[in-house]
C-alpha cells in the first residue's frame, strides 16, 4: 500500500542461506549470509577470527551447494587445524555463548597488531569514497537489505567492495578479497556502511589496517581498542562529514 492505495508490484529481496564453515572434513560455524563471494567470505573469516594467521596456511577452498544450504570446505595447514580442534573442545557441552568460539573472557579482546601510522590517510580521500559507495551498492539499491565493506586508496579510489545481509560477512569477504589479492592493508582504509562496533573494529585491527571508516555511529569499546592498536577511527561518515575518534594525528585534513 502507498499513499492509501493497495496494488500489486513486483520486489527484490535479498537472499540470506546457512553458510557451514568446514575445516579439513570438521564443521566449525553455521552463518547465516548471503550467498556470493563464499571463497573470499571463507578466508576472510578464517583471518579474522584467527583460526589461520595468514592466506598460505588455507591451502584450498571448495563451494557446495546442497539442499538445506552452502557447504564452504577449507583445507588448513596441520598446526591450524590441531588449534582449532583444542578451541572445540573447550567449547564442548556449552550453549548459548555470545560469540562464535569464545570460551572466557580474556579469550574476546585478542592480541592485536601493533599498528604502523595509515600512510596518506586525508579527508579528501574519506570524502571520494564516501560520494562513490552508493552507486557499488547494487545489492542494497535492489533491496534495501544490505550491508557494503569497501578496501579504499587514500586516493579514495574503490578498490574493492563486498556486500551480505550481515555486516560482519561483509567485512569477512573483503578482507577475504584483500588477502587473496595480496593488498597492502597499510595502503589505503577500510570504509563500512554500518556501525562501527567492537568486532568490526577487531576485525579490522587483525587485518592489519591502519585506518576504518564507519557511515554510522561507533560503540566505546570498538573506540578503546582503535586507541590501543594505533588505529585511526572515523564514524558518522556522511557526504563531506565525519567524526575522528581515535589517532586523529594520523589524518591530514584540507587547509
Known sequence: MRTGILSEVEDMIVDEVPIALVYNGISHAVMMATPADLEEFALGFSLSEGIIAHAGECYGIEVENGPGGVSVELEIASAAFMALKERRRSLAG????GLCGV?????????????????????AGVRQALGAIGARQELTRLTGAAHAAAWCGMDGVLRIVREDVGRHNALDKVIGAMARGKADP?????????????????????????????????TLAAVELAERAGMTLLAFARGDNFVCYAHPQHLAVDT
Open 94 to 97: 556449552r550453549t548459548g555463548c
Open 186 to 218: 597499510h595502503d589505503g582504509f577500510l570504509l563500512i556502511t554500518s556501525r562501527v562496533s567492537f568486532e568490526m573494529a577487531q576485525k579490522a585491527s587483525l587485518a592489519g589496517v591502519s585506518a576504518l571508516v564507519g557511515m554510522s555511529a561507533p
Open 103 to 123: 570460551d572466557s573472557l580474556d579469550q574476546v579482546c585478542r592480541p592485536l597488531p601493533a599498528l604502523a601510522p595509515a600512510r596518506g590517510f586525508h579527508a
